[in-house]
Nanobody
Framework: QVQLVESGGGLVQAGGSLRLSCAASGRTFSSYAMGWFRQAPGKEREFVAASNWSGVKTTYVDSVKGRFTISRDNAKNTVYLQMNSLKPDDTAVYYC????????????????????WGQGTQVTVCS
């Protein structure tokens, strides 16, 4: 089992940057594929970015491609989401999620695949 804690959210002007972190408990973080999702007010939660266990395989929703980067440091049990060129439409609560998938080659985009979720961190982008 793994527990996830997000941090790094905040208020930023359009065009600015933020880096979200998601720290995982446990000694088997490298066994997990990781994902970032977000939920804006009045909307369903949506996929943002994902990484396989090693970070070699990553995937993004089209709206963030070229602006967001997912990465992970398995030695620090942490996955990151670097967000650049932020837009007001990026305003949402951002969640990280994990699913055990040791040596897997898939970066999962489907919410239902993930077994563990963090509590979320608020990102607000003002124009």
């Amino acid at each position: 089992q793994v527990q996830l804690v997000e941090s790094g959210g905040g208020l930023v002007q359009a065009g600015g940057s933020l880096r979200l972190s998601c720290a995982a408990s446990g000694r088997t973080f490298s066994s997990y594929a990781m994902g970032w999702f977000r939920q804006a007010p009045g909307k369903e939660r949506e996929f943002v970015a994902a990484s396989n266990w090693s970070g070699v395989k990553t995937t993004y929703v089209d709206s963030v491609k070229g602006r967001f980067t997912i990465s992970r440091d398995n030695a620090k049990n942490t996955v990151y989401l670097q967000m650049n060129s932020l837009k007001p439409d990026d305003t949402a609560v951002y969640y990280c999620a994990a699913v055990q998938d040791r040596y897997g080659t898939t970066a999962y985009t489907t919410e239902g695949i993930y077994d563990y979720w963090g509590q979320g961190t608020q990102v607000t982008v003002c124009s």
